[in-house]
């Protein structure tokens, strides 16, 4: 039986252990080069496409899924907390985690690299599947196009005709799949997308369950508000963010980091791990001695 005293001894040995792990796969200069290899291969100008990096074997078995897409730069709690709150407002069977190898709209940030980021992204879906098996094991997946819509239609290439697929979003992303202005066709466009998919929208810097009433009110979303729904997400999530992260790090020495309270209040540990290689230390007049720039080199080149 434990004791008040062995619960933050187990979930301290926890948390090094996935930390190690993950920062053993960002040191796997072999593992690291087939994955950019893989990335090399994704023709952007093709019909939208969909790379299975892990969990591809069982998607066609599940009967809903869900894709929670994003650049993972790097992975956050408030990622996680928002997967879950997913895959229980929707009863999602598994989740696939989606990244683009072109990001739309959003910053351009270089680093940390795309094989580091999916790097994370494994050794995190590891400790997950090892700690909880399922039948159906999430699975990590690139795209060759940004779009959501894009997205939905790859990702219907490995899921059974069947399948419910929904795409979870957060609130400042549903303002801008309604938004007119993005559209040469919007109704065309939007018909498209919700016939391949359902939206589960979070709440975001204050933006909620009423604020997306509201906007599924207004007279040209009503068409499409049967098939967006709200997903409560814990309120300690909904400001949280990829670039406070980077911007603390960018602060931090590779040890200050691996000890900092306040990046594990924002990372898991693979999201510290991928902080600690570097990945956020500010380059300083574009030198060419950077040490994460030689490191990138190392599997890239």
Not at 118 to 132: E, N, P, R, T
Not at 206 to 232: K, R, V
Not at 249 to 259: T, Y
């Given at each position: ?76 709690l ?21 990244m ?17 980021r ?15 098996p ?7 997946v ?5 779009l959501y ?31 007119p ?53 814990d ?29 594990r ?25 950077d ?11």
């Open positions: 039986m434990s004791t008040p005293t062995d619960e933050p001894t187990n979930e301290t040995a926890q948390w090094q252990a996935r930390f190690g792990r993950a920062a053993h796969m960002l040191n796997d200069t072999r593992q690291l080069a087939t994955l950019a290899q893989m990335i090399a291969q994704i023709n952007t100008l093709a019909e939208p496409t969909a790379q299975c990096v892990t969990g591809g074997e069982t998607l066609v078995q599940a009967r809903r899924v869900g894709l929670l897409a994003g650049s993972y730069n790097p992975l956050t408030a990622h996680i907390a928002l997967a879950e709150a997913a895959r229980q407002t929707a009863r999602l069977e598994t989740l696939v985690w989606g683009a190898v072109v990001t739309v709209d959003k910053e351009r940030v270089q680093r940390a690299s795309l094989p580091d999916l790097a994370q992204l494994i050794a995190y879906l590891g400790s997950q599947q090892s700690a909880v399922s039948a159906f094991p999430d699975a990590l690139i795209f060759n196009h940004g819509v894009e997205q939905a239609q790859a990702l219907r290439h490995l899921l059974a005709p069947e399948t419910d697929l929904t795409i979870i979003v957060g609130f400042d992303k549903i303002v801008q799949i309604l938004d202005r993005y559209y040469a066709d919007r109704a065309a466009a939007l018909g498209r997308l919700f016939g391949l998919a359902r939206l589960l929208v979070a709440p975001r810097a204050g933006q909620g369950a009423e604020a997306l009433a509201a906007l599924l009110a207004q007279p040209d979303n009503q068409p499409y508000a049967p098939f967006i729904s709200f997903c409560p997400l309120p300690r999530y909904t400001t949280d963010s990829s670039s406070e992260a980077r911007a603390l790090a960018a602060k931090m020495s590779p040890m200050e980091i691996v000890h900092s309270s306040e990046l209040r924002l990372l898991p540990p693979e999201g510290v791990a991928l902080a600690q290689a570097g990945a956020y230390t500010p380059v300083l007049n574009n030198d060419a001695s040490p994460y720039a030689r490191r990138v080199a190392q599997y890239t080149s």
